[in-house]
Each structure stands twice: as structure tokens, then as C-alpha cells.
């Protein structure tokens, strides 16, 4: 069968591939545990469940406007403000089929062929592929984790040139969960607008950061420099919403159209039962974010302590998201060079699914998340220890 070559060069995503691996070895009757899952173990919260039955029996059933109902848009805009402090409207905002949607449609309203976009490294796994299919070069900014995986302004820098055209600025990160400071944040901004560049904030993890540390959202950003600055997020993470598909991006109205007009040609509109159940999600109540983040941190304070306590592992303490990014690689060998043949043998050895570091730009590294419960959590820990003699 014929493909288009550009898919023929476009990788599929690895922790898709981990989590296929785990199936059929589940399926083979071996017991499982998944340190691989990009979601919350948490219930979708009951007020959000109530508004979307509520809405099937309203009869809501028709396609919405392209860029989303309008009382979604009033609740996204208010969510920015309530949260980050700025005065946005609806018309700034965007409700996408997931945050991945909104993404993948900024790369295309801004991308030309050859475009390079600064991309720090670890990155997400989605992001390059995207870039690729909106024709655009990723230029890796590589940090490292002595400095808590955090690109500076010389890093970022070092890999400017004039074909550089997007900044793609993601914290709390996935896979590394590093968050930057305001402090941070403010000096990459400086630079990145000083040299002209339009910066994507995929901030999907901005209910996901502990204590002491802060969120610092681009949205202030936002609106000082609305043309050069877009805030992609969603209700997937911070409302155990995955499965719902409802993304949402603040940016400036021209860059709305744009994302419409791409839309209007492609997905038409987000569910319009989720787009209601969404509402009730950013009109309603944050504590219960703060319930689920407090057993976060406590569950990242077990791993960090198992982790630390292993000769030869090593992983600084991440301040946000659900994952932890331990450098395994004083463990490799001639059986198991790398973090794919290391996390191929975990499955296959110890029963437990992690994914491998070079999906994200990091061969030294592997991704373990701590979205599942303390006793799978320490089980799993249990088995990797003893799989690998580290007691
Ligand atoms: C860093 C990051 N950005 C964006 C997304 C997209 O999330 P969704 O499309 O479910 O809103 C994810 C999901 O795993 C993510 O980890």
C-alpha cells in the first residue's frame, strides 16, 4: 500500500508502543504493573460528570462554533485570569480537541517550510513529530540534569540562527518534571522577544506543582506581547479528563482565526457534551486539584526516596507533572546498552512497563510515572530492585 512520504519518516510514538508491549504481555496472563501511563488514577470530579449527563439530557447534540461554545471561551479566559492574573477575553481563546490539537495546530499556523523551533531537550515525545508534519526543523536546546534539566537563556542562545521562529517552552515538563521559576521564565522571555520569536507555553501540567514551588505561567507574557506568545492547556491532567478531549489556547485573535480556520477544515468543533461538562470544570471548584496534588507529592517523595537510595541511580527532585527522571545509565551493560534494551527487559524481566529516556531525547534516563497507587508504586520498585541487584 502507498503512503505519503511524509509519514514514512515519522516515528510512532514510543510510549504508545510501551503501553501495546505491556498488553500483550498482559494478555500472555504475566502480571503487569505500568510505570508508563501518561494519565491521573483519579475520577474525572463528580460536579463535571453531573454537568455532562445533564447536558445529554438537555439534548445538546449539534455541532458548536468552530472555536468552541461561547460560555467555554468566557470560562477559559476566566480561568487565565483567576489563575495567572491577566484580563483576557474569549475571543483570545481557542477550545481544541485536546491540548495536542491546539499544538499541533500552532505549528501549522506558524511554521514554514525550514523553520527551525527551539525545542530544550527532554522533550515531550509528540513534539518533534508535530514539527515534522507542519514541515518545520526541531532544534534541540539540551539540558542536563545537574542543572534540574533547565535550559537558560544561554542555551537557548547557543542554538538561535535565523531560521529560528518558535520557542516551545513546556513546564512543568513531562518527561523531566522541572519547573521553572518566574524569575526564569522572565529572562527566557526577554530574550526570546527581543530576538523576534514566537513562543508556545505547553503548560497541560499547570495544576501539577509542589510546593515550595509555583506554577509560572506564559500568560502574563500573553499579554504583553499577545502576537508573540501562545498558552496551550487542558482539562486532561489537572481534571483527570484525558479520555474527554478538551485543550484550549490563549493567544492573540488573529492567531484564533488562524487555528479556526484549521480547524473549521479538519475536526469542526470538540464534543459538544465535553465542551459543557469543561464549563462546570473551569467555573467550578480548584480543591479538589489540591486534594489530588497533595497525594502527588507524597508519592513523589516515595519514589524520589527508593530511587536516591540505589547505587549508581541518580535523579533530581522534580517540582511538578506525575513523572520522575532517573538516570539509569552506570547500570547498562552489553546485554542492555541503552534505555530501550534496559526497559525491554524491565517488562519482560520484572513485569514492569517504564519508557525509555531516548523517546524523549535522553538515552540516559527512563521515565517512570507515579500515577497509580502507593502499593502498586512500591511493588513496582520492589521488582526493579530486584531485577537489577539494587536491594
Ligand atoms: C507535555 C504534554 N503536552 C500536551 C499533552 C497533550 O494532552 P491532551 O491532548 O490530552 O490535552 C500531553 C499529554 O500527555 C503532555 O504530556
Redesign the pocket.
Known amino acids: 500500500m502507498r503512503i505519503a512520504k511524509r509519514l514514512q519518516e515519522l516515528k510512532p510514538s514510543a510510549t504508545m508502543a510501551v503501553s501495546a508491549k505491556a498488553m500483550e504481555l498482559r494478555a500472555q496472563g504475566k502480571e503487569i504493573i505500568s510505570l508508563s501511563v501518561?494519565e491521573t488514577d483519579f475520577p474525572t470530579p463528580e460536579h463535571v460528570r453531573t454537568a455532562a449527563k445533564a447536558a445529554i439530557d438537555e439534548g445538546y447534540a449539534r455541532y458548536t462554533q468552530v472555536p468552541g461554545l461561547p460560555e467555554l471561551r468566557e470560562a477559559v479566559a476566566g480561568y487565565f485570569n483567576k489563575t495567572t492574573g491577566t484580563s483576557a477575553e474569549g475571543k483570545h481563546t481557542i477550545v481544541t480537541n485536546?491540548?495536542?490539537?491546539g499544538?499541533f495546530n500552532l505549528f501549522q499556523s506558524l511554521l514554514d517550510p525550514g523553520d527551525e523551533v527551539l525545542v530544550p531537550s527532554p522533550y515531550?515525545v509528540?513534539y518533534p513529530a508535530m514539527i515534522q508534519l507542519a514541515q518545520g526543523v526541531t532544534v534541540t536546546v539540551p539540558t542536563t540534569s545537574e542543572k534540574g534539566f533547565k535550559a537558560s537563556v544561554e542555551d537557548f542562545r547557543a542554538a538561535l540562527t535565523d531560521k529560528t521562529r518558535v520557542l516551545l517552552f513546556?513546564s512543568p515538563?513531562?518527561p523531566t518534571g522541572a519547573a521553572y521559576t518566574r524569575d526564569e521564565i522572565d529572562a527566557i522571555m526577554e530574550f526570546a522577544l527581543e530576538k523576534g520569536l514566537y513562543i508556545i507555553s505547553?503548560e497541560?501540567?499547570d495544576q501539577l506543582v509542589y510546593p515550595p514551588a509555583e506554577h509560572a505561567s506564559l500568560a502574563p507574557w500573553w499579554e504583553k506581547a499577545p502576537e508573540n506568545v501562545a498558552v496551550m492547556n487542558?482539562l486532561?491532567?489537572s481534571f483527570s479528563m484525558?479520555g474527554w478531549?478538551v485543550?484550549y489556547c490563549l493567544a492573540h485573535e488573529d492567531m484564533v482565526k488562524a487555528l479556526s480556520k484549521i480547524q473549521g477544515q479538519s475536526t469542526s468543533c470538540v464534543n459538544v457534551i465535553a465542551q459543557k461538562a469543561a464549563i462546570a470544570a473551569l467555573n467550578g471548584p480548584l480543591d479538589e486539584l489540591k486534594a489530588m496534588r497533595e497525594i502527588f507529592m507524597r508519592r513523589r517523595d516515595l519514589l524520589l526516596d527508593r530511587l536516591n537510595g540505589w547505587s549508581g541511580v541518580s535523579c533530581p527532585t522534580p517540582e511538578g507533572a506525575f513523572y520522575v527522571f532517573p538516570d539509569f545509565s552506570s547500570l547498562y551493560d552489553a546485554a542492555r546498552p541503552d534505555s530501550t534494551s534496559l526497559c525491554t527487559w524491565l517488562l519482560e524481566e520484572a513485569g514492569v512497563a517504564a519508557v525509555p529516556g531516548a523517546a524523549f531525547g535522553e538515552d540516559r534516563c527512563i521515565r517512570l510515572s507515579y500515577a497509580l497507587d502507593d502499593a502498586a508504586l512500591m511493588e513496582a520498585l520492589d521488582r526493579i530492585g530486584r531485577a537489577l541487584g539494587l536491594g
Open positions: 501518561g485536546g491540548g495536542k490539537q499544538l515531550w509528540s513546556n515538563s513531562n505547553d497541560i501540567y487542558g486532561s491532567k484525558t478531549r485543550g
